[in-house]
């Protein structure tokens, strides 16, 4: 059983910069890798994923503040955000799916990966 566990979230002034990181168990090696947020009254969408090579795809919204890495001695994914906004306030989830396909569509990953619960990172202006 997949289980995933976020960390690092936290307040943080707009402009600062966080790393989110995720630690799994019951991953392959072959597992691919994943962020999602939601922030208040919005929906779920994916950020960036990551294959278990490191090849790495961002959504449009992530291209620029977001860096996705894994370190599979640690078997830990990374989410580093630069340059915060208020508007990445939103609870950060790390997912875990076959390939990143499967990961990067949302109406399949909410059937198909496994999730994390969450945490919340909060931008103050």
């Known amino acids: 059983q997949v289980q995933l566990v976020e960390s690092g979230g936290g307040l943080v002034q707009a402009g600062g910069s966080l790393r989110l990181s995720c630690t799994a168990s019951g991953i392959s090696s072959n597992t691919a890798m994943g962020w999602y947020r939601q922030a208040p009254g919005k929906q779920r969408g994916v950020l960036a994923t990551?294959?278990?090579?490191?090849?790495?795809n961002y959504a449009d919204s992530a291209k620029g503040r977001f860096t996705i890495s894994r370190d599979n001695t640690k078997n830990t994914v990374y989410l580093q955000i630069n340059s915060l906004k208020p508007e990445d306030t939103a609870v950060y989830y790390c997912?875990?799916?076959?390939?990143?396909?499967?990961?990067?569509?949302?109406?399949?990953?909410?059937?198909?990966?496994?999730w994390g619960r969450g945490t919340q990172v909060t931008v103050s202006s």
């Open positions: 997912v875990a799916g076959q390939n990143s396909l499967e990961i990067a569509l949302p109406d399949v990953c909410f059937r198909k990966c496994s």
């Open positions: 990551i294959t278990s090579g490191g090849s790495s």
